[in-house]
């Protein structure tokens, strides 16, 4: 099986989720930065909003006391809002790493097999494009050698 797309038409791919658990545990690692970057937040906040009532005295009054929970009440929303964001961007952003390792490891396995005949192409972007081409060298120094 040789792995190239037709002259005419670059490789596409066509499905975002191709290393299910590569893509996964980079999208788990975002959003615990996130959570950790949100109660942060959170926290720096409320210490504000406190020193802030205390500062004017204003921690009897209950329009100032509303407001300043209004604020920390947003920024606690911000992990639901966002959340799906940085997930959809996790994999985006895997993407590009997750599709060329299947396709470099499927051509590696057919060359332990002894098929040289390998030939990777990639998307103009992808991450690993260097290793690919180092594959195809590879390939095409071991189809001279076994030919001699």
């Known amino acids: 099986m040789v792995m190239s797309a037709s002259p005419l038409r670059p490789y596409r791919r066509r499905r975002l989720l191709v290393d299910r658990s590569l893509q996964f545990r ?5 959003l615990l930065v996130l959570c950790f970057l949100t109660v942060a937040a959170l926290a720096g ?3 504000a909003l406190q020193a802030t009532l205390r500062t004017f005295e204003l921690s009897h009054d209950p329009v100032a ?15 639901l809002v966002i959340s799906p964001l940085v997930a959809w961007i ?15 490891h499927a051509a590696v396995a057919q060359m332990t097999q002894g098929n040289y005949d390998v030939h990777l192409k990639l998307r103009k972007g992808d ?16 189809r001279s050698r076994r030919s001699a």
């Open 90 to 104: 996790g994999i985006l952003l895997t993407h590009k790493v997750a599709g060329p390792l299947v396709r470099i």
């Open 45 to 47: 906040v409320y210490l």
């Open 26 to 30: 980079f999208v788990r690692v975002l």
């Open 65 to 79: 006391v509303s407001l300043f929970s209004t604020v920390g009440l947003f920024v606690a929303m911000e992990l």
């Open 127 to 142: 991450a690993l494009e260097d290793l690919a081409q180092a594959i195809n060298r590879l390939a095409s120094s071991l």
